[in-house]
């Protein structure tokens, strides 16, 4: 059996923890080059260059080339969406047909947090600079995200180590515990709740959405961003999380207004969460000291969700994770053209790739979150892990 269907086994997918190897004979200096020397042109060499050989299959179709004419479209779009969801605001007035304004514009504000996404990762522009300050702006102003805040989160760790315990912030303990071994040190009520979590995880994705406003608003105040822009960031926040209730409640009165922010807060967390939860979360979690290959540790650890390009309208390309992970700076529009060369490539070096539907990837994740939950000892302990790391 292949090493790597142990380590994608979908409905486990839970920590792998690599076995610990007997320390090495003492060798001198010249022993250790001469080992070296021989590892030269070996398959552990070929193991490690199976991304560059991918990455060039990749650049020879053209699919990092930047697409300004489709960003273009997407920035129109949604600028004429933001028209037609204030209209809906101030048009309908003081009437509870405001909850259908509420949910316009919590799917809009998703569909304008993907943009500055794909800007973060520079699939829009060529130059740093502009895509920083276009993140910065719609982030902060459009949001009420911190750029600053989430391109560290987001970019330097999570897409550095995805699924790493104790260094991807995705997974670290909070509300929520991803591995037996945080949910062993709960007490009291937090042990009672971490042994049910996956039960509470769909209702607790209501309030992501304000968990990304307080985590930025206290990383800006904290100093926490990783972009020197510290108070423009504020400002910009400011206006947005001020500004927004102060418009609803001007159009709609203060108590439908304040119900209108409620549920677009809660309806953007649930479409922000939808988006990247099934990606990663219930995939195999490995220990801190681990080093798997560039290829096999996206892969692995991500988790592809099925439905095309219907699907990759819903969740910003983000159905398309192993392809996103292993070329961030691809334009998502172009990621549904790589899957099957990405695909084909890790059916010829036997490495397994994931795809699940929407429905099923929320399955997986809530039986996990309850198993781990209750601290029991992961069903995944796979010494096979070692033979993924780099040489």
């Known amino acids: 059996m292949n090493p790597s269907d142990l380590i994608t086994s979908e409905p486990s997918s839970p920590t792998a923890t690599a076995l610990p190897t007997p320390a090495p004979d003492r060798a001198t200096r010249a022993e250790v080059l001469e080992r070296r020397r021989a590892k030269r042109g070996t398959a552990e060499q070929e193991f490690t260059s199976d991304f560059s050989a991918l ?23 949604l600028g004429l969406g933001y028209v037609m969801s204030f209209a809906m605001l101030f048009l309908i007035g003081e009437s509870w047909w405001q909850m259908a304004t509420a949910v316009v514009f919590a799917a809009l504000f998703t569909q304008t947090a993907y943009v500055a996404h794909d ?4 699939q829009i522009f060529t130059n740093g600079k502009v895509g920083e300050w276009v993140s910065t702006i719609i982030g902060n102003l459009f949001i009420g995200l911190s750029y600053g805040w989430w391109l560290k989160k987001h970019n330097a760790l999570h897409h550095a180590n995805p699924n790493k315990a104790g260094v991807d912030g995705d997974i670290a303990p909070g509300a929520l515990v991803f591995t037996a071994e945080d949910a062993r040190e709960r007490t009291g009520i937090a042990k009672w709740f971490a042994a049910r979590q996956g039960w509470f995880f769909l209702p607790l994705l209501t309030l992501a959405g304000l968990q990304l406003h307080v985590n930025s608003v ?9 972009i020197k822009r510290r108070w423009i960031e504020g400002v910009f926040i400011a206006v947005r999380l001020i500004g927004f209730p102060l418009l609803a409640i001007w159009a709609a009165g203060p108590l439908i207004g304040s119900v209108l922010v409620i549920v677009q807060v809660a309806v953007f ?11 990663h979360k219930g995939r195999p979690i490995v220990p801190k000291d681990v080093k798997i290959d560039f290829l096999r540790r996206q892969t692995l650890m991500s988790r592809n969700i099925s439905g095309g390009r219907p699907m990759g309208f819903l969740m910003g390309g983000l159905n398309y994770q192993i392809e996103h992970h292993l070329f961030p700076s691809m334009p998502s529009v172009n990621l549904h053209k790589v899957q099957p060369m990405v695909r084909e490539y890790c059916r010829q070096k036997d490495i397994a790739y994931t795809e699940t539907t929407l429905l099923e990837s929320f399955r997986i994740i809530i039986a996990y979150l309850n198993r781990v939950g209750l601290g029991e000892a992961d069903p995944f302990d796979c010494p096979v892990t070692a033979q993924f790391r780099s040489r």
């Open 269 to 279: 967390g649930v479409h922000m969460g939808g988006s990247f939860a099934p990606n």
């Open 55 to 77: 990455m060039a299959q990749v650049k020879e179709a053209g699919l990092l080339a930047r697409r300004p004419g489709w960003n273009a479209m997407r920035f129109i779009l």
């Open 119 to 122: 800007a973060a990762h520079r």
């Open 218 to 226: 206290q990383a800006i105040i904290k100093g926490q961003s990783s």
